[in-house]
């Protein structure tokens, strides 16, 4: 676990920390990654003086040093004994907290019947970003994580990233495309999300979401989004499809779009199975020399109903949605 709140020169000065240097966390994530061995970075907003386009900044120094695994980005929390706890520091950063419940993620009904509710305050606002910026954030970090972290757009990222777009201007593009396209699922994804956090700043509502049912439990939004993709992906690669279509003219964005799925685990998909595709495109997608590939996973037992915890909760720091790309070297 990496744990890294900021990459913002102003941001650590005024909380009074530090991080290793880049070079150092370069050569921790290649060694891991080398190894096979996934890692887990965290950071955390809105800090003091940090703005929404240092946060999209932190989240590609990230991936620029080569985190390729997992994300979260926490809201931030403030203990009363904490040095971000007194008055004085919080005037002196124009810091504004709400009294909201801590984190109730991966709770049933059942355990919020019998659950002691603690709470906390978090940053509502800094004299650096306003709660619509806070909001606009959480959103990003949304998208980011859904896309990258969660392999719905992974290797869109990357094909793009081929092509000279930086891997958060691919997901700020997508998030005011999702904004700007009400008839579409990734919309209603968005807006239920953006309410979900709304209504815990602004009316003491619960963390967590539900999407399987009155039995569910609360997921985590990444999560619970990528339970609603997994089932809609028709519905998804059309809209990411069209997606590439609109902003970059991107040639052969079926193709792309379809490839990117086809490497994101899925439950009814019997594995391994062959795949064919234009050469270039696996090239700026996988880095394989090959048109013909195989697509595995190491999971290979039959789907049951806690599939999807698995896949998007126990599992979802170690990388469990990605497929393995095979080239047969006879």
């Not at 049933?108 to 019947?113: A, C, L, P, T, V």
Request: one cysteine or more; proline letters at 2%.
């Amino acid at each position: 676990m990496l744990l890294l709140q900021s990459f913002n020169d102003p941001t650590l000065s005024a909380s009074e920390r530090f991080n290793i240097n880049d070079e150092q966390v370069a050569e921790y994530l290649n060694k891991y990654k080398e190894e096979g061995i996934p890692t887990y970075s965290e950071l955390i907003w809105p800090m003091p003086e940090e703005t929404y386009d240092s946060l999209k900044s932190n989240v590609q120094r990230l991936i620029d040093l080569g985190q390729d695994s997992y994300l979260m980005i926490h809201p931030l929390v403030i203990t009363y004994n904490a040095t971000m706890g007194s008055k004085q520091y919080q005037e002196t950063w124009g810091m504004t907290v709400k009294n909201i419940p801590l984190d109730t993620f991966y709770l049933g009904e059942e355990d919020i019947d019998n659950y002691i509710f603690e709470y906390t305050d978090a940053v509502y606002s800094t004299r650096t970003a306003s709660w619509n910026d806070v909001l606009k954030g959480f959103m990003f970090s949304w998208v980011a994580i859904l896309m990258y972290y969660y392999g719905w757009g992974h290797y869109l990222a990357k094909y793009l990233a081929k092509q000279g777009t930086h891997e958060t201007t691919f997901f700020e593009d997508l998030r005011q495309w999702i904004v700007d396209n009400p008839n579409t699922l990734l919309h209603k994804e968005y807006m239920e999300t953006q309410q979900h956090h709304d209504d815990t700043f602004h009316n003491e509502k619960l963390w967590g979401r539900k999407v399987r049912g009155d039995d569910d439990i609360y997921w985590e939004y990444k999560g619970a989004s990528s339970v609603v993709l997994h089932d809609n992906k028709d519905l998804l690669q059309k809209e990411l499809t069209q997606f590439l279509e609109d902003v970059y003219n991107t040639k052969d964005a079926q193709e792309i779009v379809k490839l990117n799925l086809a490497m994101t685990r899925d439950k009814d998909t019997v594995y391994p199975c062959n795949y064919t595709v234009d050469k270039h495109i696996a090239k700026d997608m996988l880095d394989i020399d090959s048109s013909t590939f195989t697509i595995d996973h190491h999971d290979k037992i039959s789907a049951d109903d806690m599939w999807y915890q698995k896949a998007y909760h126990w599992d979802r720091k170690s990388r469990y949605w990605r497929c393995q790309a095979l080239v047969d070297d006879k």
